[in-house]
């Protein structure tokens, strides 16, 4: 380890539940560029499920993707506390395009700089770093959900020089509009979740097609969509890592991503509150304004402490998360650590807005409000990546596993 990544690390624990001065530049950086150019996107994003073409190369060129991957690749060189700091930024203006963000950077550019060799890393990186191609990930199948890799279907066989894989995967954000795709396939069956592989996939490649675009409740003009696989050839020398070996790929990726989806909520409870405290201050009722009632005032406090722990618990887990080695992951405290920041961020993002809207009272009931739209958004957190209730088994099996190691 060179010093550089030393001081990442022990930058980490220094500031696991508050930020530097370096940290909140990178936040500030990503707030003022999200509600000066992605904001005034999210209402028309919503409205008509709307992708804006331009907004990837708008991120790129203000460096705010690659955040964790180095410079000559196109990079920041920074960490994943740095890029979380950057999705919850993003999050607060335009929640839609930080899903999007987060998919491209994270699940697919992060996974590739991971777990990609060099000549991969080179091929994909710059372009995916400077929003000019879009990146996605492929896991979820119709028939494999939570269970998604002991059911996964999608297979790749051998066949000279290319991989040939068959199946489908849906509810791909960016699938639709992606250039790039890190795939997970069944290279041998009967291994099960130890016969997986991963592919980079180009949307252009003989046999792959977006079979539909999928309209959402919440996050629309996040683009999400089925993909399906039929004979399509993917040269050889996209297998990421070796062949059979992907369940490492997944199971660290799946840390990640979670440690990464709390500043996600992060970002919509905090605009949630935000709007509820302006709200209460200028909403008018009996002669006064609403938010000198006591019973609008608890509700904003009990806000603000949900917005507070879940603040504590998300930077405390992207530092704790930041030096994920690959492979690392999928077991121990920090498998457990990110299922639980997820699991409470999801949970408190929800009860914020659900407060947020009773507190906007019949406004906060119009689909074309700010405040709607943030509400539609909470059900996503508490399903993907692993629903609340996977997220739950993950804490107890680690505990009682813990229990059995020590018994």
């Avoid at 940290?23 to 000066?36: C, G, H, K, P, Y």
């Avoid at 994270?106 to 191609?133: D, F, H, T, V």
Wanted: with cysteine; net charge negative.
């Amino acid at each position: 380890m060179d010093t550089h990544d030393a001081n990442l690390m022990g930058g980490n624990r220094a500031s696991a539940f508050d930020l530097d001065e370096d940290q909140r530049n990178i936040l500030d950086q990503a707030d003022r560029f999200a509600r000066n150019e992605l904001y005034p996107l999210s209402e028309r994003m919503d409205a008509e499920e709307w992708w804006p073409e331009d907004a990837f190369a708008k991120i790129g060129d203000n460096g705010l993707f690659g955040v964790s991957i180095p410079e000559k690749y196109g990079g920041a060189g920074l960490d994943l506390m740095a890029a979380g700091l950057v999705l919850q930024g993003l999050g607060r203006w335009n929640h839609a395009l930080a899903l999007g963000w987060v998919a491209h950077d994270n699940l697919c550019a992060n996974n590739i700089y991971r777990n990609g060799s060099e000549a991969q890393r080179n091929k994909y990186l710059p372009g995916l770093c400077s929003g000019r191609k879009i990146g996605a990930l492929g896991l979820t199948e119709p028939g494999a959900g939570s269970d998604a890799l002991g059911s996964m279907r999608t297979t790749a066989r051998r066949e000279g020089d290319h991989y040939v894989l068959n199946g489908s995967k849906i509810f791909i954000t960016n699938g639709p509009i992606a250039d790039v795709l890190l795939v997970y396939a069944k290279t041998d069956k009967e291994k099960g979740a130890h016969g997986i592989s991963a592919f980079i996939v180009e949307k252009d490649y003989p046999g792959f097609r977006v079979a539909q675009k999928l309209e959402k409740m919440g996050y629309r003009g996040s683009q999400t969509g089925e993909l399906v696989f039929d004979e399509c050839r993917v040269p050889a020398e996209n297998l990421v890592g070796e062949e059979n070996r992907g369940v490492s790929i997944v199971m660290s990726g799946l840390d990640l991503e979670r440690a990464m989806i709390s500043p996600l909520c992060l970002g919509i409870a905090e605009r949630a509150l935000q709007l509820s405290v302006e709200y209460a201050q200028t909403r008018q009722q009996f002669g006064k304004p609403i938010g000198s009632f006591q019973m609008v005032q608890s509700m904003l406090a009990e806000m603000y402490v949900q917005v507070e722990t879940m603040r504590a618990l998300t930077y405390r887990t992207l530092a704790a998360a930041a030096p994920l080695e690959v492979g690392g992951g999928g077991r121990g405290d920090i498998h457990m650590l990110t299922a639980a920041s997820v699991m409470h961020a999801a949970e408190a993002c929800h009860a914020v807005l659900d407060k947020a809207v009773q507190v906007h009272g019949g406004m906060g009931y119009i689909w074309e409000s700010e405040i709607n739209r943030l509400y539609r958004s909470i059900k996503l957190m508490e399903i993907g990546a692993g629903t609340t209730e996977v997220r739950k088994m993950i804490i107890s099996g680690e505990l009682l596993g813990d229990m059995k190691r020590h018994g």
